[in-house]
C-alpha cells in the first residue's frame, strides 16, 4: 500500500520542476532520485517521474510553438529516432541495483552538462559533427526508456556544443523531444507494469503533479528574469550533483 505524500516531497518536486523549467527541461531524473530516497518502490519511480516530465514540458512545447521558434523538421526527425528506441526501454525489466546505478549515473552526467557554458546566439556555423545528431537520438532514447526520463538533457549540451542551432531553437527541440520520450517511455513502463501499478502510481503521484505544474509555471515565466539563466544553470547541476551521489554511492 502507497502512503500519502510528504509536504517536503512535494516542495521538492515543486522546486525542481522551478529550476529545470528555467533552464528549459523536465527534470524527470530528479523526480525519480527524490522518490527513491523517500523510500518508494523503485518500479514505480519512471511512471511518476515520465508524469511529471510530461506535465512541466507540455506547456513549453506549446508555447515554443506559438513563438514560431522551433525548428519543426530537425527536431521532428531527432525525436522520431529516439521515441521508438525509449518505448523499447521503458519494456526492460530492470533489478533495483542496476537501475539505481543508471539513475545516479544519469543525473551526475546530467549535473556534469548543466555546466557547459550555452550560447544566447547562433555566432559560428554548426560544427561538422551536427549534421551526427540523428545518430545518437535512438540510444539516448532507449536509455531515457530504461531510467524512466525524457533524455532532453542528454541532448541539449550536445546540440550547444555542435552549434546546431541557435539557443532558443535547442530548447524548443529539447523540449519536444522530452515530451514525446516521455509519452512512449511511459507507453513502454505500462505494459511492462500493468495497470494496477499505473492506478497506484497516479493515486500517489496527484500532489507531486499539482506541485511540478506550480513549480513549471513559475519557472517557466519568473525564475530566468530573478537570477541570472546562469545562476539558475549553476544552482540545478549542484542539487543534480548532490542528488545524483546520493543515489549512487548511498542508495
Not at 161 to 182: E, G, H, Q, V, Y
Not at 196 to 211: E, K, R
Not at 230 to 247: C, F, P, S
Amino acid at each position: 500500500m502507497i502512503g500519502a505524500v510528504p509536504a517536503l516531497l512535494a516542495l521538492a518536486f515543486a522546486l525542481t520542476a522551478l529550476l529545470y523549467a528555467s533552464v528549459g527541461f523536465g527534470g524527470g531524473s530528479t523526480y525519480a532520485a527524490l522518490l527513491a530516497i523517500s523510500g518508494l518502490d523503485y518500479r514505480l519511480l519512471p511512471l511518476v517521474a515520465l508524469a511529471c516530465n510530461i506535465v512541466v514540458v507540455a506547456g513549453s512545447t506549446v508555447r515554443f510553438a506559438r513563438a514560431g521558434v522551433t525548428p519543426w523538421k530537425g527536431a521532428l526527425l531527432l525525436t522520431a529516432l529516439a521515441a521508438p528506441a525509449a518505448f523499447v526501454g521503458g519494456l526492460i525489466p530492470l533489478d533495483e541495483a542496476a537501475f539505481m546505478s543508471l539513475l545516479g549515473a544519469s543525473l551526475i552526467l546530467t549535473g556534469a552538462t548543466l555546466l557547459i557554458p550555452v550560447r544566447e546566439a547562433q555566432a559560428e556555423a554548426p560544427t561538422r559533427f551536427a549534421k551526427a545528431m540523428p545518430l545518437i537520438a535512438a540510444p539516448m532514447g532507449f536509455v531515457a526508456g530504461l531510467v524512466g526520463i525524457g533524455g532532453g538533457i542528454f541532448l541539449a549540451p550536445l546540440l550547444h556544443l555542435t552549434r546546431w542551432k541557435d539557443a532558443r531553437a535547442i530548447a524548443a527541440t529539447a523540449s519536444l523531444f522530452i515530451l514525446i520520450n516521455s509519452l512512449f517511455g511511459l507507453a513502454g513502463q505500462l505494459l511492462k507494469q500493468g495497470p494496477t501499478a499505473f492506478v497506484g502510481a497516479m493515486g500517489y503521484s496527484l500532489p507531486l503533479l499539482i506541485a511540478v505544474v506550480i513549480g513549471g509555471q513559475i519557472g517557466s515565466y519568473m525564475a530566468v528574469k530573478v537570477l541570472p539563466k546562469r545562476w539558475v544553470r549553476w544552482l540545478t547541476a549542484v542539487l543534480v550533483l548532490v542528488v545524483g551521489v546520493r543515489v549512487l554511492f548511498w542508495g
